[in-house]
């Protein structure tokens, strides 16, 4: 999970506070002005994190199991196109804390997804991680299951951006900042 901005945004930062959602994307999505978060973009590109963002020149990678853990919602929110010579288009998905007063707001606005079952962002189930150095040393072919490593996957469709509007604060201390390439969506107004 990426958020990417200009590099001034980051100064000093520790802790990402949400914010209200402002009325970008579709006019009539029901958490503009209503519902405060983060907003993450998800999109992987073949499995990887793009080297490309429409959203700023600086990333910090901000591990998804992080929010994305037991305890988590997801819903969906909104599908748009940000109309320009290159027609990217974007869906938002709510992610939330079960039972949090943002998780009983998306329960009566939004569509739940299921987090193991949806074409935007899934998370599979854990899978051979690696080898126990305990039992390694018994026996070098017996593989541990960690049950705290998921796989994430998320929509790759070309032009089309995934991104993760996350309800709480998130502490980004000790994670790394990378500069990328911006992409505009649109050659004149540049956004």
């Known amino acids: 999970m990426t958020l990417s901005v200009t590099s001034d945004y980051f100064k000093d930062l520790v802790t990402m506070m949400p914010t209200v959602k402002d009325n970008g994307g579709d006019p009539r999505c029901p958490i503009n002005g209503k519902l405060s978060g983060v907003f993450f973009g998800v999109t992987l590109w073949k499995g990887i994190l793009p080297t490309i963002s429409p959203y700023g020149d ?103 951006w995934v991104e993760v509007f996350y309800t709480n604060e998130v502490s980004i201390q000790g994670l790394g900042l990378t500069t990328i390439s911006v992409q505009y969506g649109c050659l004149i107004c540049y956004l």
């Open 58 to 160: 600086t990333r910090v990678q901000v591990p998804l199991e992080q929010v994305f853990d037991e305890s988590a919602r997801l819903y969906f929110a909104d599908f748009y196109c940000m109309s320009g010579k290159r027609h990217n288009h974007y869906v938002t998905l709510v992610l939330t804390k079960a039972y949090s007063p943002a998780d009983k707001f998306c329960q009566q606005h939004l569509i739940p997804l299921d987090e193991r079952n949806n074409i935007f962002l899934r998370k599979e189930a854990p899978t051979v991680s690696m080898v126990n150095p305990q039992v390694a040393s018994n026996n070098p072919t017996v593989p541990m299951v960690n049950p705290q490593v998921s796989i994430y996957k998320t929509l790759w469709l070309g032009k089309v």
